[in-house]
Structure formats: C-alpha cells, structure tokens
C-alpha cells in the first residue's frame, strides 16, 4: 500500500507569515491555496508518477498506464483548510474523501489573544457545516453539532500519540493494493514520519513541506516501510511553491 501525505494549499494565515495580527482560528485557503489545491489534484489524477521504483501497475495492479498516480482513497484532516484542499482533489480524482480526527495539525483549533486571554480554544466547523460546505464527504462520529476539537492547546505528547494511532491504522492496511492521499499539515506530517522513522515525542519538526507539498511512503505487507520522496511540488509553477 502507498501512503501520499499531502499538505493544505497556502491558507490565510501562512500568507501573513509571523505576524499574530488577523489571524483567524480556523483558515481558508488563498486564492493562491485554491489553484495549488486544484494543481494537485490534477497531478494525482492526470500527472505523471515519478516514483523511481517499479511502474505502480507492476506494483498494485493500477491502470497500465504512465499517467495519473493510482489514488484509491482520500483522507481528509477536519480543519477548513485541508477539506477545502481534499475537495479539489476529490474533483479530479472522483474519490469521495473521509475525514478523519486523528491527522489535524498540532495544537488543534485555537487562537493565542495575547495577555490577558492567552490562548483559547475553539471547535472547529460543525457537522452540518461540513456536509452543506463538502457534499459527499465522509463524516466521523466524533465531528458533531458542538463541532470536533473540544480544547485549548494539545501537548506534544497528544499530538504525537495520534500520529501513532494513525501510523497503525496504515500498517494495518499494509497488505492492500490502494494508494491513499492523506490530505493534512506541515506539523501532522512531521509527526507521521517521526513516528514512521521511530523517533520519540519530543522530537522538533525538521522537515521542510511547503504547501500542497506530497510526501509517499509505501507500506509493505512483511512489515517493512519505505520513505520514497518527501516534499514533491513539481506540479507547481516555481512562482506558486511557498
């Protein structure tokens, strides 16, 4: 089984960079963001698989064709930017996503007001938000009319022991044939691969991946894990990779 990490297009808060002034809990994309997010669903769907080892026909019965990647399936982080981003996958590839809980970015929703608020939670969107806004996705149990994150910041310790649960989840899937796209976040992605490579909890983020950014591993049925690329933005114009 192949495992494509893709993260978000250009939110509204990663175009402000450092600065704390108007940004917002739960971000939309760009204008920017929405055409990366189209980019890379084209690329998943159409675009050529670069992937050096075996032609993936070869390798879990896909299309013999040179184009497109094979995407089975689509999982989706719950936060407004990472749906937005599955959406524009699920156009090109036809895959309705899934959305899961367990691969939002570290920290969860919320906002630092500064002193004397500090840092508050917020819920994210509801579910009868989602299903108005994405159509067709499929929803957890755990996304309710009270909104999914129920909180103020998650610790690295949380953050970290859902990247675990997930990594099992994908082992456990080790011995089928598909290829998912994982539609989530710079820091969610940086602990997958922590967790992938066996590093502790406290290990800091250090890899570098830029927006709509596509990171494969593939999953072996004996167990064995294999990192094939990590941040691939070929798909984009030099211009659109921040």
């Given amino acids: 089984m192949f495992l494509y990490l893709v993260r978000h297009g250009q939110s509204s ?9 108007n940004r917002v809990c739960d971000p939309p994309l760009t204008e920017l963001g929405e055409r990366q997010a189209e980019l890379v669903g084209r690329h998943l769907a159409r675009g050529i698989d670069r992937d050096p080892a075996k032609p993936y026909d070869l390798e879990c019965g896909g299309p013999k064709s040179p184009q497109g990647h094979g995407i089975t399936a689509i999982y989706a982080s719950p ?7 599955a959406q524009a996958i699920s156009r090109q590839t036809g895959i309705a996503p899934r959305v899961s809980l ?27 938000e989602v299903l108005s806004g994405f ?16 909180g103020a910041l998650e610790s690295r310790q949380d953050a970290h022991a859902r990247a675990v649960r997930f ?52 999953f072996r049925a004996d167990g064995d894990v294999n990192l094939r690329y990590v941040n691939r933005v070929e798909f984009l114009p030099p211009e659109m990779i921040v």
Wanted: overall charge neutral; cysteine-free; proline content about 5%.
């Fill in 79 to 85: 936060m407004r930017r990472a749906l937005q981003t």
């Fill in 13 to 21: 808060n990663n175009a402000l960079g450092d600065s704390r002034a």
């Fill in 167 to 218: 990594l099992s989840l994908m082992r456990r899937r080790a011995a089928e044939t598909g290829r998912i796209a994982v539609v989530t976040h710079a820091g969610f992605t940086n602990l997958f691969l922590n967790a992938v490579l066996g590093f502790p909890a406290e290990t800091r983020d250090f890899f570098h991946i830029s927006n709509t950014g596509v990171t494969l591993i593939r």
């Fill in 135 to 150: 159509p067709g996705f499929e929803l957890p149990d755990g996304l309710s009319e009270d909104g999914w994150w129920h």
């Fill in 102 to 128: 367990d691969i939002h970015e570290h920290g969860g929703i919320y906002l630092d007001h500064g002193e004397p608020r500090g840092i508050v939670g917020y819920p994210g969107l509801k579910r009868s």
